[in-house]
């Protein structure tokens, strides 16, 4: 009877220990919860996960920091959080270059996204768009493809960094339309826009938020939208599409995406999912995205998923056209 009675209390705290991780489930958060983000202070990528991470804060009834954690293209950061604890206290909070173009990229990357990462929902869309010098003879895509033809070989376009997604598109424009046009990566957005606007270069592709001014003082002109759909801020441009310019690849978009270490609780993921859909959807958020030329999304954690997988063979081929892959 003494045995029975022990085997009884020893499955008893088993059975308690078992039901622990449900528990913590209901009680989520019970601490402070850390948004990692792969970008250094003061970007626009920044300003945004600090307004995100005060509504979420509001909403859960806890705090919500910012750990900015720069470098290596967004991976250093990316893959602290695919080695932390899956409890839900720390989460991504990133732009698209570690999760959508890093494994395309780099043939070491410290984590797989399809096993370390749970989806949770894409924050925000980041259509870009190509734009030339005012001194530029084109008024849209055509004409430019046209010009850059009959000077073939003797065009430069500019990047915001080789391996971006603006090096990346612009080289798929050269090389499917046999241009022969000449790459010239820059170490950020604002030194390759001013150099278009100073006819050192005479294009490329970069963020609405940082070409506005320039294209509202008429020192730059918006040919095309990359992406499905028109700009609120530019209705007058057409996207690539509605110049007859059909690839798969000039329907990309990039943007920032929240995600968590895979294998947290599924109820902790819901939770986290929910309220930040809401967020983002709410007009105090989209009135921060369109300050910064980017489309509200807030899409679901399958959906999230869906765009991942579909993008890969896009990117993929882009890669191998611009030659951006590294060892």
Known sequence: MKLKAFFIAALTALGAIGGAPALAQ????????TLVLPAPPAGATDVLARVFAEE??????????????????GMLGAAAVARANPDG????FTHAAPIYYAPHMFSKVPYDVRRDFAFITEICSASLVFAVGKDVPARNMKEFVAWAWQNKGKVNYGSYGVGSASHLLSAHLSESRKLDMVHVGYKGEAPMILDIVGGQIPAGVGTLGTMAPHIASGNLRALAVIGEHRLSDLPQVPTMEEQGFKDAEFKLVGGVMLMAPAKTPDAVLARLEKESREIVQGAAMKARFQAFGLGAMGNSAAEFRR???????IIQRLVVVSGAKTE
Request: glycine share 14%; aromatic share 8%.
């Open 26 to 33: 209901d009680s989520y958060p019970a601490k402070t919860i």
């Open 56 to 73: 979420l804060g509001k909403r859960l009834k806890t705090s919500v920091i910012v750990d900015n954690r720069p470098g290596g293209g």
């Open 89 to 92: 206290y720390t989460l991504l």
């Open 307 to 313: 765009n991942f997988e579909s993008s890969g063979p």
